[in-house]
């Protein structure tokens, strides 16, 4: 939970103007802030998240230059904004009707009605104190048209000079929701695949990816909460599944600020000293070492692109090493998946050099052994691991075809594990869906039989036939379900609640989740035709019988 | 016992809740058992019964999660009311007398299933979303494109505490007992308390779902007594009530004295409120206003599931299913209706020959098309989508809301202590580099140096060493 800001750890900042800012906060250092200023970053650290603070012209003795603005002052103002701050509330003047009698008619579309020039303003933005507070209230004195002005309309008029002059911030803990949001408004959105908050909490709850407990593996049980993930939105995705499995935030477990007397833990890591003759080496946790509770991130190159987590103090390529992700993300190739003797990193065990041989090589020698070996049993566990499948579930965001996904990892699910693939757009996922139709389950279960009647006992049949027609088996996928959601927000102000005016546009969003079944090896006939007939005119069900059609 | 919710095993276990899935909405929870719990006369033992056969426990259990399952040959008629009711007066008879060992030795008399053809459903694991389809409806349910944003936004992770004011019919406090996992959330039925408790305590979360009924209005949040009670530290709040504006008074960072404050004091505090009215919305976020929330805003979630068909149009469609027969493209207008048009010129002229004795009957029409196409069926058409028939085109409105943690002057000034305000060591601008990228710049730079030192004295040699220094500086890289 985040309770208060730490050292080192990213924070995202919102300006007045609603722009979001990713900054780092380094102890001893100026957070600059462009045009609404600057301050240093001690002054936040260890302090409450969402806290707006206003920056004041001149520190006080301390060095103390921000102002915690309270809850009640800025809901002054968005009362104010509301028209109706101050005991205001019934100042719209209506006519008989209670329509406001003010209205725009008079207002001439024209930049006069200000009266201050814009060199008075720079000149009020130089002198005046008060951190914007003066400049927007002389803003509004020297308006000539401001009684002209519905209740409605000079709200909006305070409002959009107070974004522009007030040197306020907040502080937001950087969170995957946030993140999310940061990547769609202010960069690159298709990076992040245009992942939006009501998506990835689908994808969880579809997914049913949750923190696997503390259980030990008894009997009959298996490792639980292994998910498989394809993530190609530079690590948003595995971010938000870790965050709901408990991994992504290093410190979730420390709360007090008062305790806290750690270096942040990536310097510390950094300042470790890297050679040197170290005795008493502490057991280090070998990277992708644990066994429940993890992510296997399945990738195309040689290395995957999760960038992103670099926000929650884990960058892929200097690992924290006490950051849960550390030991609970793993990752193969897609190469290593399929085939892995064509990787020379799992192919080519290192030879395993005799200890009395191992003492007499120089220290760098010994080293780059040790460091080859250790490599190389993680890749071999992982890819091992991977390839015996018996995931717990499927998250896929993914720029390949999805159904060369789904062919090859479905089939390593366990029974009952869940699938949920993300697209920005619908046509793949509706192909996707296609191929999990009806029509071509009865097919493909069809083709299978002939092909199994035709071989001879105790032969192994051949279903390459098979498997070139259906790129997927349509049989180990139930219910193959296509769905959507949009969030739309609304404003909620006294007489004025509508839903906002304007939205981003962009990818719709879409999601295909189904569950891994098994079939059974038996021949299941016709499903009661006679009888289901008859039940169908007694009962008003529709008559999509979808299972039921898969006659033979 | 863990929830089958949380952990489950591999196989589908006796005593264990399953959801049998008939089709995609269809979902029967029933928790397996390995004998007639419910009393009801089966030969096979407990049976469930669906439109699409009936299914004995024991086909069920000890099958691995997602199987399909044939159903069986049960019979249900002879269980008739004369006779299950000698039955049962037997066994309560059999049970007075004996009990224990009687059970044992039932069990191997039950009969084994046979398989029926009537049809097949899969036994699936619980989870949160596939009992929110099953789930007995009590009151209006959350639904998963809801809850899945509410508890996103709300922050609940593992470890969190949430208060749900309104459980209603559970399927919020399922998931939420998902995502917070070892913290748990707190459920307050306003109204009866229904059968929630006990479906809890089968779904094993009575050790993560405290249940608790009472008026949250009057009596808010603390755990036991509304007065002396202890605080549940929430860390995130839901409230699915009526009049929500009427329970954020006991939502505070400072509450009447002698009480504790129901959140945690060392977290933000996150709140979402479900009313399907607007007016309530409105209420609630004046109250907000008026108690301190912070970032509050306002949303409705729309959701829609997608049906994917192959539409197929065309001439060449007879006798298929779901097909429209009607022409494709102009061309094959034209060809249909100048077909049509001689074949009715040739009825003309035939009926005109009708008197003449060498008169033949026309041959049947012959087909428009004949020739055959090698697409499948299942390929053929154009592939489409649109929105299920039945939407759910308003759930409520969803109120978001967050209060920072409590912060007091001390807390403010040993702040300020451990962190001087005007310390500052580095200028904001340099780029920060690691340790560790320094020294292998440096190193990079000594390399360069020592080659261009080499390319001068002596051209022939090798740039052995110099790979030799780069193996190392790769070495060092990885072992930190």
Known sequence: ?552 | MPSPFLTRNALADTDSLALLQLRRDQIIPTILRDHDDENQGYWEGKVTNTRFGSFPHSTLIGQPWGSQIVASKVDTGSRGRGKSAKRKAEELDAEATTTGAEDEKKKPSLRAPVSADSGFLHVLAPTPEAWTMSLPHRTQVVYTPDYSYILHRLRVRPGCTVIEAGAGSGSFTHASARAVFNGYPETDGTTKRRRLGKELRDHGLDGIVEATHRDVYEDGFLLGDPKTGKSPKANAIFLDLPAPWLALKHLVRNPPPGQESALDPESPAYLCTFSPCLEQAERTIRTMRKLSWLNISMVEVAQRRLDVKRDRIGLDTEGVRGATLFPKTVEEAVAKLRSDEQRAKLIRENRSTRDQPDHQPIAKETAFYNEKTDIPVYAQGRLTHRSEPDLRTHTSYLVFAILPRAWSEDDEQKCREQWPSAKVVRPDNEPKTSKKQMKREAAIARAKLREQQKESEEKPQPESEDKAEEEKIEEESTKA
């Open chain 1, 1 to 552: 939970m985040h309770s208060y800001i730490r050292p080192g750890q990213f924070v995202a900042i919102r300006l007045q103007s609603d722009q979001l800012r990713l900054i780092q906060i380094i102890p001893d250092t100026v957070v600059n802030l462009g045009r609404f200023g600057s301050f240093t970053a001690n002054q936040i650290i260890g302090r409450p998240f969402y806290f707006t603070f206003e920056i004041l012209d001149a520190c006080d003795e301390a060095g103390n230059q921000l102002r915690v603005v309270s809850a009640t002052e800025l809901h002054a103002e968005t009362l104010l904004a509301d028209g109706e701050g101050d005991g205001e509330g019934d100042d719209v003047e209506t006519g008989e009707n209670g329509i406001p009698m003010r209205t725009n008619r008079q207002i001439n579309d024209e930049n006069s009605s200000q009266k201050l020039t814009l060199e008075e303003i720079e000149e009020l933005k130089r002198e005046a104190g008060g951190a914007g507070k003066d400049i927007v209230a002389k803003l509004l004195e020297s308006h000539s048209a401001i009684d002209q002005k519905t209740a409605f309309s000079l709200a909006k008029y305070t409002l959009r000079k107070r974004k522009k002059y007030l040197k306020r911030f907040t502080v937001l803990p950087l969170d995957v929701g946030l993140l999310a949001n940061y990547l769609i408004e202010e960069r690159d959105a298709q990076k992040s695949m245009e992942l939006r908050d009501e998506h990835i909490g689908l994808i969880g709850c579809w997914g049913n990816v949750h923190h696997s407990g503390n259980i030990e593996v008894g009997e009959g049980m298996k490792p639980h909460g292994r998910y498989a993930i394809v993530d190609e939105t530079g690590g948003l995705v595995v971010a938000a599944m870790a965050e709901r499995m408990g991994i992504l935030y290093p410190h979730d477990a420390d709360e007090d600020p008062t305790e806290e007397q750690d270096v942040p833990a990536s310097n510390a890591a950094e300042s470790q000293p890297t050679d040197g003759p170290q005795k008493s080496r502490r057991i280090r946790p070998q990277p992708m070492s644990a066994t429940t509770n993890t992510i296997t991130v399945i990738h195309p190159y040689s290395q995957p692109n999760l960038s992103l987590l670099k926000f929650f103090g884990y960058d892929t390529n200097n690992p924290d090493e006490s950051h849960p992700l550390h030991t609970h993300l793993k990752s193969i190739s897609w190469m290593q998946l399929a085939d892995p003797n064509s990787d020379p990193l799992y192919a080519n065990e290192p030879p395993i050099i005799p200890a009395e041989e191992l003492a007499e090589l120089k220290q760098s020698k010994r080293t780059a052994y040790y460091h080859k070996r250790n490599r190389w049993t993680r890749v071999k566990a992982v890819v091992d691991e991977g390839r015996a499948g018996n995931f717990d579930g499927l998250i896929v965001s993914t720029l390949l075809e999805p159904a060369s996904v789904l062919k090859t990892m479905v089939p390593l699910l366990a029974g009952s594990a869940p699938v949920v693939v993300y697209s920005p757009t619908v046509e793949s996922l509706v192909e996707l869906a296609d191929m999990y139709s009806t029509a071509r389950r009865t097919a493909f279960i069809n083709k299978k039989r002939e092909l199994e009647s035709q071989s001879s006992e105790g032969e192994a049949v051949d279903l390459s036939s098979l498997h070139e027609e259906f790129v997927v088996d349509p049989t180990i996928l139930l219910p193959p379900t296509l769905q959507t959601s949009r969030v739309r927000p609304w404003q909620v102000l006294p007489g004025r609640t509508h839903p906002l005016m304007t939205g981003r546009g962009g990818a719709e969003g879409y999601l295909f989740h189904g569950v891994r079944v098994f079939p059974t090896t038996q021949n299941i006939q016709a499903a009661g035709n006679v009888r289901k007939r008859r039940k169908m005119e007694t009962t008003s069900t529709p008559i999509s019988d979808r299972d039921v059609e898969m006659t033979s």
